[in-house]
């Protein structure tokens, strides 16, 4: 019987794409999928440090690996992803069970490091945590967990060191893909029969700054645009301080390129946007989403949000509250800020007290919650396309179904079919907070 492997992800995007590629290496050397861990011989946990709840979930999962490791000695267990890279020293001392640790930048040799690893008599446990800093040219290995929408890294790293935030620490630089080798990939997608390819990179506009390129990215999504029978193009994520008016116009002309804005503010008062090294102020930002509203009037727009920063004051939160009720955003995505030692912001004195946080994130779902509402309410009468992702997650007489900015859509089934990943009208009846219900036009 063939070996076996099973990935645990956690974070982004980011981390998906890389466990789909984890996947694919696997596959090649010819691991067949496991769909329980348990039963798998080689469990792969793809990990994020991006907040300390998600580092406590995770070591609790490298935990139940004692167990497995235990009856079952022959079994490999692969840490990966930015955890994997910041701490895997400790976490090869601390967790016996662990046999390789696989860095942030390892994601491509993988394939070589795991078979030198598997045909090794010793079994010498290794870390792979060196950070280079050429961009990793896929080989076109991957797993693909959906049939219609692919994702598609563009570049690596962050260079902005906004000052709460862990990532440049742990996945180094910004190095930008070639052109070439993104639409070569994108290509053979759609090929294969994909629809949507989801551009990803920790600040996809500046792809390209580090081969001293202009508007690249703009030249990139024209590119991606026009390659035959894709259906939708997402990217992610935007930093508002580099989102240029030339970008919001190319985006407006487009065919394809989804009009969702996914833009983070992090924060609405200039007091704590300059302690976190963001690079823009309030007055900016509200610009840009005056922009992108002048140009795309029925943009979705959506941001994240961070309650808490040290030095918050009430007075600053309630900045934050007011921009969030002008600029009614269809999604925020809000955290309590998370100490992340090695950061700036870690050693600042005012620390917001953990009560403090949570109240004020109450407050902020609680107002974004009813904005939310009220934007899918605007949308109850319009027949809007939806790409088609199948039965709903708890009954299979719902169908379910994206809009291009993004937003869920249910609809019953009503005696007829429908393909996985084409374009279907539907015509919305009714909004709730965090989805939308309608039926299927002819
Ligand atoms: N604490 C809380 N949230 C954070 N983010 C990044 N770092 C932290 C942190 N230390 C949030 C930001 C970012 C999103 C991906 O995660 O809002 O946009
Ligand atoms: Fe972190 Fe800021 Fe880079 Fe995003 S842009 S990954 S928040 S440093």
Redesign the pocket.
């Known amino acids: 019987m063939s070996k076996t492997y099973h990935i645990i992800n956690y974070g982004c995007q980011m981390n998906e794409s890389d466990s789909e590629h984890f996947a694919g290496q696997l596959a090649d050397l010819g691991y067949g999928y496991a769909q329980d861990f348990h039963q798998a011989d080689v469990v792969l946990i793809n990990t994020c440090c991006?907040r300390e709840s998600a580092e406590k979930k995770i070591l609790g999962k490298i935990g139940e690996m004692k167990a497995i490791k235990a009856a079952n000695p022959s079994k490999v267990i692969c840490v990966a992803g930015c955890m994997a890279q910041k701490d895997g020293e400790k976490l090869l001392r601390t967790y016996p069970q662990i046999d390789l640790i696989i860095g942030t930048a390892h994601v491509n040799n993988f394939r070589a490091i795991f078979q030198s690893y598997v045909n090794s008599k010793k079994k010498d446990k290794k870390i792979f945590s060196d950070l280079q800093n050429d961009p990793q040219e896929f080989d076109g290995s991957f797993v693909r967990k959906s049939s219609f929408s692919a994702w598609v890294p563009i570049m690596y790293g962050?260079?902005?060191?906004?000052t709460?935030?862990?990532?440049?620490y742990v996945?180094g630089r910004e190095r930008s893909r070639s052109k070439e080798s993104i639409i070569a990939e994108i290509t053979k997608a759609t090929l294969q029969g994909f629809k949507e390819v989801t551009l990803l990179g920790?600040?996809v506009n500046s792809y390209g700054n580090d081969q001293k390129q202009v508007n690249a990215f703009s030249d990139l999504l024209k590119a991606v645009d026009n390659i035959p029978g894709i259906e939708r193009v997402r990217y992610m994520?935007s930093?508002p301080r580099d989102m240029s008016e030339d970008l919001v116009r190319t985006i407006a002309a487009s065919k394809h390129i989804c009009k969702h804005f996914h833009i983070?503010v992090?924060s609405g008062s200039n007091k704590i946007i300059k302690a976190m090294n963001?690079g823009y102020t309030r007055e900016q930002y509200l610009e840009l989403v005056a922009n992108i509203r002048k140009y795309v009037p029925d943009a979705v727009v959506t941001t994240?949000i961070i309650v808490g920063f040290p030095g918050e004051t009430e007075e600053d939160f309630a900045a934050t509250l007011q921009l969030v009720d002008e600029v009614c955003y269809d999604v925020a995505y809000t955290f309590i800020y998370s100490k992340r030692s090695g950061t700036p912001a870690a050693k600042l004195t005012e620390q917001v007290p953990l009560a403090v946080k949570k109240e004020r994130l109450n407050r902020l779902m609680e107002l974004q919650n009813n904005n939310s509402l009220v934007r899918n309410q605007a949308l109850v009468g319009k027949v809007l396309e939806v790409l088609v992702e199948g039965p709903s997650y708890n009954n299979p007489n719902i169908w379910s179904g994206r809009t291009d900015g993004n937003k869920l859509v249910l609809w019953p089934l009503a005696d007829r079919k429908y393909t996985i990943g084409a374009k279907l009208n539907v015509k919305i009846e009714a909004a709730q907070t965090w989805l939308l219900k309608g039926s299927a036009q002819a």
């Open positions: 991006v962050c260079n902005n060191f906004c709460y935030c862990i990532v440049p996945r920790q600040n994520t930093h983070p992090q963001r994240d």
